[in-house]
């Protein structure tokens, strides 16, 4: 279960749980790269929703894999 | 790439030759107006996916010619986008080892694509003031040099064939500006030689892969094949095109439009054309858009 504190990345974490393989939400360190939770074609979905979650575009030039790694990365780098 | 077929050699030889004898200078070839007609359709109506769901049933004429203007505004830029991919990837195989046929063909389609992201690009700065984001995110590749080799290759038919059934239809839509008619039918002229270099090539690379992995591998190809095709048509639904086009909650339009049984027909209906050559070379098991 994530242990993240800012409501506004439950549809975040939902987004994720429907791609796991158990339906669960993934844990907040949870590589979602490597355990195949997000790939390059989930994550276009990922990040408009990211956008309309944070309240602010994405910044498009600057974003990389490693911004998406984790559920921890992902509130780092775009909820911070 | 294994030993390519006799056939392939002649195709290559062919389609060089016609772009040697169909050469134009694009820089020239235009005519560009300092203003596109504000009150005409930008991009065909049927072409617009959200025409065919309750959502766009709601959007009043001025909404639809205003969505038509950014929408077109979209296309272009996705155009601009693929064609970055498609030249980078084609430019790290070109004279590369296995690539010994089609290099010299590699060499004519890296040309014309320059070309065509230069005309495609300047439409979209001079008559929407921007190119809009491509939201693309570089991430690990297949392990397996032979399955890479296919998916860059597969991706770029698809979304070539994806573009050229607007090109083609946009060239004769008499309510769109002569120039974006234009700027269509100069497209569909060049992508129909590399659509037929393309399904070639991916037929070949197809046959080596299946000579080399397993059933479940081949599967998973497939699947994301299908996968790409519905993210490639999704691109078209993009929250900035309806926030320009004063459309309000532009992500929840968005979604309403995608969740809509009208975008899977739509989908189904623009890529008829690559899913049934995907289904009969062997490559998708379904005709069926991936529904998410």
Known sequence: MSSLADQRMKPLIDFLAQRTATGEPPAADLDLIENRILDSLAVVEFLLLIEECSGRPASLTAVSAEDLRTLRSIERSFFG | ??????????????????????????????????????????????????????????????????????????????????????????????????????????????????????????????????????????????????????????????FEELVDYFNSRMALDERLPETIRRLNAVHHQDESRHIAFGRRIVALLHEGLRAGSSAEQLHEVGEYLRRYMRTSVAGLCLPDVYLDAGIDEPYAFRRSVLADPGFEAFAERVLHRTTTFLVSSGIVSDERIATS
């Open chain 2, 1 to 158: 790439m294994d030993e390519p077929d006799e056939r392939f050699r002649v195709l290559v030889r062919r389609l060089a030759d016609m772009s040697e004898r169909d050469y134009y200078n694009p820089y020239r070839l235009f005519e560009w107006p300092r203003e596109l007609d504000g009150d005409a359709y930008w991009m065909s109506p049927d072409l617009m996916v959200e025409t065919e769901t309750a959502a766009g049933a709601g959007l009043s004429e001025q909404q639809l010619r205003a969505l038509s203007k950014w929408s077109s505004v979209n296309f272009y830029s996705l155009n601009v986008h693929g064609i970055r991919e498609l030249l980078v990837e084609m430019v790290n195989r070109i004279h590369r080892p296995g690539f010994e046929v089609p290099s010299e063909y590699f060499h004519h389609v890296i040309g014309e694509e320059n070309e065509h992201m230069w005309f495609f690009a300047t439409f979209c700065r001079k008559y929407g003031g921007k190119i809009y984001p491509d939201r693309s995110v570089p991430f690990p590749g297949p392990a397996d040099p032979a399955i890479a080799d296919f998916l860059v290759f597969a991706r770029l038919l698809i």
